[in-house]
T-cell receptor, first 116, second 115 residues
């Protein structure tokens, strides 16, 4: 499709397990973002990629969280040793450039992570 | 740090009623302001934006005016429809109109419109 695609849409895992969440941005979009949305809250910024490099990872909560974008397109958010507090919807967004004048991000539908 | 506060919801209205969703912000710089909307089963999408004081963003009958003096960006619509039922998020970007997409969001307001 033409939009931002995220997989899986739902992931249930056990505490302590490793999880990968994938984001396929809109073709040609150079900027990619990860956000996390807890129940009843607005999205919170995690990390921003411009091309292959992480331009801003100041929102990653701790070193259990890591994200890559090796070819400047698809990105993977990796969470090690998951904890129950990691349960949330993880949103991916993309835009044509990091400094898009419209300020418009295109969001995927999110990956809902539940840690039991 | 930056923050966005939205009026507490949920908001329930009858069709054709007037809508206001309040949004105030705190920012260290001169932010750009946004309203995003999330319809059921869909991803967040930009509804409207304003990049400087007194700018009015508008789209689909919704409007919001950037008020620097009151640090507010209230969302309004004169006559809501059932299809407007969604979750609305106020957000800011603290690097001006050409900022990258590091947004600070409010907690969201659920709007339900009944026929």
């Amino acid at each position: 499709g033409a939009g931002v695609s995220q997989t899986p849409s739902n992931k249930v895992t056990e505490k302590g397990k490793y999880v990968e969440l994938r984001c396929d941005p809109i073709s040609g979009h150079t900027a990619l973002y990860w956000y996390r949305q807890s129940l009843g809250q607005g999205p919170e910024f995690l990390i921003y990629f411009q091309g292959t490099g992480a331009a801003d990872d100041s929102g990653l909560p701790n070193d259990r969280f890591f994200a890559v974008r090796p070819e400047g397109s698809v990105s993977t958010l990796k969470i090690q040793r998951t904890e129950r507090g990691d349960s949330a919807v993880y949103l991916c967004a993309s835009s044509f450039t990091g400094g898009t004048p419209t300020g418009e991000l295109f969001f995927g539908e999110g990956s809902r992570l539940t840690v039991l | 740090g930056d923050s966005v506060t939205q009026m507490e919801g949920p908001v329930t209205l009858s069709e054709e009623a007037f809508l206001t969703i309040n949004c105030t912000y705190t920012a260290t710089g001169y932010p750009s302001l946004f309203w995003y909307v999330q319809y059921p089963g869909e991803g967040l999408q930009l509804l409207l934006k304003a990049t400087k004081a007194d700018d009015k963003g508008s789209n689909k009958g919704f409007e919001a005016t950037y008020r620097k003096e009151t640090t507010s960006f209230h969302l309004e619509k004169g006559s809501v429809q059932v299809s407007d039922s969604a979750v609305y998020f106020c957000a800011l970007s603290d690097r001006g109109g050409t900022s990258y997409g590091k947004l600070t969001f409010g907690q969201g307001t659920i709007l339900t419109v009944h026929p």
